[in-house]
């Protein structure tokens, strides 16, 4: 959608890698997106395209985090009945989409969000940001043109990510199902919120805060504490098992571009 589409495999593995690197530094899961726009990058997209291209692929999937929130506390609440916390977090999520959607709204306007930072900023410090503030105002040309002539693309990515949000729901039953944990479904979706919550916790790859989390999630849904320490277990090994995947595909995407040129040294000599 912004002309700076990767082979789908070097797509891939950066997004384990930059993933992996998001999850051990703890920054939100932050760390790991300039790292995708190297590797994107690296496949022969523009620096501009690929950075829209991971910045519209973290905004999607934030959307639909979002979004999952909200049926998961509709979920939860329902069943269980009806508590301060979980409404508490739904109006935050409705707060924080009503945010994402203003600087959307301004895309779709052509104006550009950060546009103000180049009219407010003193012109000693934007001539020394010039580079910068271009490479940023060319990102929000790609980003703008698929809001304001795509939306269909965009709708489409965003359906995508829900259904990727279903399929993690089944993946953790069955992991769940497989070492003998039976949880129902408001529980098992607590298990998912709990945990996204843990990732942003400054720990790396949120060590301690997922089985804390993981211990206080399920005792609160079953009453049954100790089975939440399992969860947390099973939840660690898939996370560990991603961490490792996300390494090799760092050591693979990053062998190769040596390799190539080595391989064009040797040609030259």
Same mark, same amino acid.
């Given at each position: 959608?912004?002309?700076?589409?990767?082979?789908?495999?070097?797509?891939?593995?950066?997004?384990?890698?930059?993933?992996?690197?998001?999850?051990?530094?703890?920054?939100?899961?932050?760390?790991?997106?300039?790292?995708?726009?190297?590797?994107?990058?690296?496949?022969?997209?523009?620096?501009?395209?690929?950075?829209?291209? $991971? #910045?519209?692929? &973290? *905004?999607?999937?934030?959307?639909?985090?979002? %979004? !999952?929130? +909200? /049926?998961? @506390?509709?979920?939860?609440?329902?069943?269980?009945?009806?508590?301060?916390?979980?409404?508490?977090?739904?109006?935050?999520?409705?707060?924080?989409?009503?945010?994402?959607?203003?600087?959307?709204?301004?895309?779709?306007?052509?104006?550009?969000?950060?546009?103000?930072?180049?009219? $407010? #900023?003193?012109? &000693? *410090?934007?001539?020394?940001?010039?580079?910068? %503030? !271009?490479? +940023? /105002?060319? @990102?929000?040309?790609?980003?703008?043109?698929?809001?304001?002539?795509?939306?269909?693309?965009?709708?489409?990515?965003?359906?995508?990510?829900?259904?990727?949000?279903?399929?993690?729901?089944?993946?953790?039953?069955?992991?769940?199902?497989?070492?003998?944990?039976?949880?129902?479904?408001? #529980?098992?979706?607590?298990?998912?919120?709990?945990?996204?919550?843990?990732? !942003?916790?400054?720990?790396?790859?949120?060590?301690?805060?997922?089985?804390?989390?993981?211990?206080?999630?399920?005792?609160?849904?079953?009453?049954?504490?100790?089975?939440?320490?399992?969860?947390?277990?099973?939840?660690?090994?898939?996370?560990?098992?991603?961490?490792?995947?996300?390494?090799?595909?760092?050591?693979?995407?990053?062998?190769?571009?040596?390799?190539?040129?080595?391989?064009?040294?040797?040609?030259?000599?």
């Amino acid at each position: 959608g912004v002309g700076g589409a990767a082979a789908p495999p070097r797509m891939f593995g950066a997004r384990l890698a930059g993933d992996a690197v998001g999850a051990l530094v703890p920054s939100a899961r932050l760390a790991g997106e300039p790292l995708r726009v190297a590797l994107v990058r690296g496949g022969g997209a523009t620096t501009s395209a690929a950075t829209a291209g $991971v #910045a519209l692929d &973290r *905004l999607l999937e934030l959307i639909g985090n979002m %979004l !999952a929130v +909200l /049926a998961y @506390v509709a979920v939860f609440a329902g069943s269980r009945g009806a508590t301060h916390a979980p409404w508490a977090l739904a109006l935050a999520m409705l707060v924080l989409l009503a945010m994402l959607a203003m600087p959307l709204r301004d895309l779709r306007r052509g104006r550009p969000p950060f546009g103000v930072l180049r009219r $407010v #900023a003193p012109l &000693r *410090l934007t001539a020394r940001l010039q580079p910068w %503030l !271009a490479g +940023l /105002a060319r @990102v929000e040309q790609h980003v703008g043109a698929i809001v304001r002539d795509q939306p269909s693309r965009l709708l489409a990515g965003l359906a995508l990510t829900l259904a990727v949000e279903l399929l993690i729901i089944a993946q953790y039953h069955a992991l769940l199902t497989a070492f003998g944990v039976g949880l129902d479904l408001p #529980a098992l979706l607590l298990v998912l919120m709990t945990g996204g919550l843990a990732n !942003a916790a400054p720990t790396p790859a949120g060590l301690g805060a997922m089985e804390a989390a993981q211990v206080m999630a399920v005792g609160a849904a079953t009453g049954r504490p100790e089975l939440g320490f399992v969860v947390g277990v099973i939840v660690r090994l898939h996370s560990l098992l991603l961490l490792a995947a996300g390494g090799v595909a760092l050591v693979w995407l990053g062998a190769a571009p040596r390799a190539a040129r080595a391989d064009a040294e040797r040609a030259v000599g």
